[in-house]
C-alpha cells in the first residue's frame, strides 16, 4: 500500500507518481474504450421498427425480438406466421428469440430460466433462439462466419 504525501508547491512527491500514472492509463483506457465504441457505432444500423419497414442491406446479420407469441400486454396485435413468412423469406442471416418457431425454423440454442407470472409465482421457461435457412448455412461452416457469401439455393 502506497503512502501518498501532499504536494509541495507543484512538485508531485515520488510516492504520488504511481498514483498518477494509474489514473492516466484509466482514463487512457476509458478514451481508447470509446472510440472503439464510436467505430462500432459507424458500423452498426440499431433501428425500433415493425419487421416489415426495414430496409436490408447485403452483408446485414438481422436480430428480431417479436412478441412472444402466446403472451399477453403487447399494444397491437402481431400478426406471428406474416412473421415467419417473412423471416424465411430473407437472404440474409435473421435470428429470432422466442419461446417456440415452426417446425421448419431451425434452433439455434435454448437458454432456461425462471420466468415470473406475478409477485408470488414464478415458472420454468425455455427461451430460444431461432434463425432462418441463410444464418443456419452460416452457422454450419466451420470458419468464422462471412455474413456476406449466400447459401446456394
Avoid at 120 to 126: A, E, L
Wanted: proline share 5%; hydrophobic share 35%; charged share 25%.
Amino acid at each position: 500500500m502506497a503512502i501518498i504525501r501532499k504536494k509541495i508547491g507543484s512538485r508531485v512527491t515520488a510516492d504520488e507518481r504511481p498514483l498518477q500514472q494509474l489514473q492516466e492509463l484509466v482514463a487512457l483506457e476509458r478514451l481508447q474504450q470509446l472510440q472503439q465504441l464510436q467505430q462500432l457505432e459507424q458500423t452498426l444500423n440499431i433501428t425500433s421498427l415493425s419487421y416489415e419497414q426495414v430496409k436490408i442491406k447485403p452483408n446485414s446479420l438481422i436480430y428480431c425480438d417479436p412478441p412472444y407469441q402466446n403472451t399477453a400486454g403487447y399494444l397491437r396485435d402481431f400478426d406471428h406466421n406474416a412473421f415467419w413468412d417473412w423471416v424465411r423469406d430473407q437472404s440474409e442471416p435473421v435470428f429470432v428469440s422466442e419461446y417456440s418457431a415452426p417446425a421448419d425454423i431451425k434452433t439455434v440454442m435454448a437458454i432456461s430460466h425462471k420466468k415470473s407470472i406475478s409477485a408470488k409465482v414464478r415458472t420454468d421457461s425455455v427461451e430460444k433462439l431461432f434463425c432462418n435457412d441463410a444464418a443456419a448455412f452460416k452457422l454450419a461452416k466451420k470458419s468464422t462466419p462471412n455474413w456476406g457469401e449466400s447459401p446456394n439455393r
